[in-house]
């Protein structure tokens, strides 16, 4: 089972980015997708995560409003669409995949990807 998570970048604030999450090794269709970030310094967080059919999402209040989950089950692969970046979005974030719904903690997930580096500047 492999994750791997692309398209961070340098952005300036305000702008977006779309990160993916392309999965193999297995089907993901009914599992549970989520995003993690971690900020230098700072402690893995949970972003948001999204249900099996996709029906279903919910965000971390910090970013409920600017980011969308998505995923394209034909495709095994899941997106983060990042809006109005601010500079305390820079992180490195993780997409990850559970077994479970809902899942909010690190601990729920069972497989990681290896992460992709968002820089926003002020």
């Known amino acids: 089972v492999q994750l791997q998570a692309s398209g961070g970048g340098l952005v300036q604030a305000g702008g977006s980015l779309r990160l993916s999450c392309a999965a193999s090794g297995r089907t993901f269709r009914r599992t549970t997708m989520g995003w993690f970030r971690q900020a230098p310094g700072k402690e893995r967080e949970f972003v948001g995560d999204i249900s099996g059919s996709g029906d279903t999402t919910y965000y971390a209040e910090s970013v409920k409003g600017r980011f969308t989950i998505s995923r394209d089950n034909t495709k095994n692969t899941m997106y983060l669409q990042m809006n109005g970046l601010k500079p305390d979005d820079t992180a490195i974030y993780y997409c990850?995949?559970?077994?479970?719904?809902?899942?909010?903690?690190?601990?729920?997930?069972?497989?990681w990807g290896q992460g992709t580096l968002v820089t926003v500047s002020s």
């Open positions: 990850a995949v559970a077994d479970r719904w809902p899942a909010r903690a690190e601990s729920e997930y069972d497989y």
